[in-house]
Structures are given as structure tokens and as C-alpha cells.
T-cell receptor, first 114, second 109 residues
Framework: DAMVIQNPRYQVTQFGKPVTLSCSQTLNHNVMYWYQQKSSQAPKLLFHYYDKDFNNEADTPDNFQSRRPNTSFCFLDIRSPGLGDAAMYLC?????????????FGPGTRLTVT | GQNIDQPTEMTATEGAIVQINCTYQTSGFNGLFWYQQHAGEAPTFLSYNVLDGLEEKGRFSSFLSRSKGYSYLLLKELQMKDSASYLCASKDSNYQLIWGAGTKLIIKP
């Protein structure tokens, strides 16, 4: 089945210790998104790629970086996690940006910062 | 600014009907999406509206009024498995989704 995969599902890191979250897709979609979602809040868009074109949201902290080495994979790097970065990180894909194309989400990575 | 408003929480009875409302203000408009999110899981797509009117899909229907900046999701014949958060999202002029915080729906037997 075509899908969006995120690894790991649960990640515990120490304050200030870099961490990388990964996402892969078998849908061959052009667009990939990284969202941060905290409990009972709306998903917050951090970055998105249209193919290799990288788009950084204006309020995404510099502490967050992203890489998309090929169509299938995308990574989220948190260089120095703080306690406020504990959240669910959701990767999503979409065939195109415009119109009725919905976003398909992976299961998420729940990040705990100790 | 861009804003999505929806109720924080609603309660309904199994077998009944519930309507979840959403109002939106976004820079441009390229459609209105509804997603379902069970606790601790990722959102899954339910519906898309871009023209005024009602879209029906099984037990779920979604309505849009562009002139009023208003949408609702209607769930019929409620089942216990419908207990989840329902997120409204408007696609803006840059084709980005502006998300609401979600409405937590509690179904009671």
C-alpha cells in the first residue's frame, strides 16, 4: 500500500542534544510538509518542499532545519532541542499544492525532551 | 490576519446527528478541508469543498458558504468510533492550509 512512513514513532532526547526525525513516502508526491502539533492545538507548518524547492515558514525557529535528498525522503533536524520543542511532529505529502489535492499524513513522531 | 474558529469540544449521543461548525478568514481561498484525528494519531482526510453547497459522503456531509466564510461537518448515525477531533482547514492564496485547533467530539452511549 502506498503510504507515508515516519521513524521513529517515539523519540526521547536530552535538552540540547541534536535529533533527526525521518519521513519517507511511496506515493511519489511532489510536495512534502513538516508540521509540529502540540496537544489540543492546530498543526503548525514548519517547512514544505515542492519537489526540491524549499519553503521555510517565517516563524519557524532557526533551531529547526530540513533536508529532502530525493523525492521519497525528508528529514527534520532539531539542532538544540528545548523543553518547548516537545510535541508530535507530523510529515505529510500532497501530489500538488493547489486545488483539491489533500494532504496524506504519516503516523507522526512524538518527541519528548528531558 | 488568518483565522479559523471552531468549537473546542462537543458531546453527542450514539446514533444521533451532530453538526460541527467552522468559520474562516484567510488571505485568498482555495478550498475548505475537514480532517479527522483520533487521539495520538495523524489526521486523516474527510472532505473538501470549494463551491457553495453540500457534499455528501456516506454518514458524513460537509457544507460551505463562501460568502459567509462558513462551513460545517455533519455526522449522522454516530458511532463510538467517531469520537475524535475534527479539524477544519482553509487553503489560502499560497495553497497552504490554515488549520483550526480542532473540535473534540465525545460520543456517549
Amino acid at each position: 500500500d502506498a503510504m507515508v512512513i515516519q521513524n521513529p514513532r517515539y523519540q526521547v532526547t536530552q535538552f540540547g542534544k541534536p535529533v533527526t526525525l525521518s519521513c519517507s513516502q511511496t506515493l511519489n508526491h511532489n510536495v512534502m510538509y513538516w508540521y509540529q502539533q502540540k496537544s489540543s492545538q492546530a498543526p503548525k507548518l514548519l517547512f514544505h518542499y515542492y519537489d526540491k524547492d524549499f519553503n521555510n515558514e517565517a516563524d519557524t525557529p532557526d533551531n529547526f532545519q530540513s533536508r529532502r535528498p530525493n523525492t521519497s525522503f525528508c528529514f527534520l533536524d532539531i539542532r538544540s532541542p528545548g523543553l518547548g520543542d516537545a510535541a508530535m511532529y507530523l510529515c505529510a505529502t500532497s501530489a500538488q499544492e493547489e486545488g483539491a489535492y489533500e494532504q496524506y499524513f504519516g503516523p507522526g513522531t512524538r518527541l519528548t525532551v528531558t | 490576519g488568518q483565522n479559523i474558529d471552531q468549537p473546542t469540544e462537543m458531546t453527542a449521543t450514539e446514533g444521533a446527528i451532530v453538526q460541527i461548525n467552522c468559520t474562516y478568514q484567510t488571505s485568498g481561498f482555495n478550498g475548505l478541508f475537514w480532517y479527522q484525528q483520533h487521539a495520538g494519531e495523524a489526521p486523516t482526510f474527510l472532505s473538501y469543498n470549494v463551491l457553495d453547497g453540500l457534499e455528501e459522503k456516506g454518514r458524513f456531509s460537509s457544507f460551505l458558504s463562501r460568502s459567509k466564510g462558513y462551513s460545517y461537518l455533519l455526522l449522522k448515525e454516530l458511532q463510538m468510533k467517531d469520537s475524535a477531533s475534527y479539524l477544519c482547514a482553509s487553503k489560502d492564496s499560497n495553497y497552504q492550509l490554515i488549520w483550526g485547533a480542532g473540535t473534540k467530539l465525545i460520543i456517549k452511549p
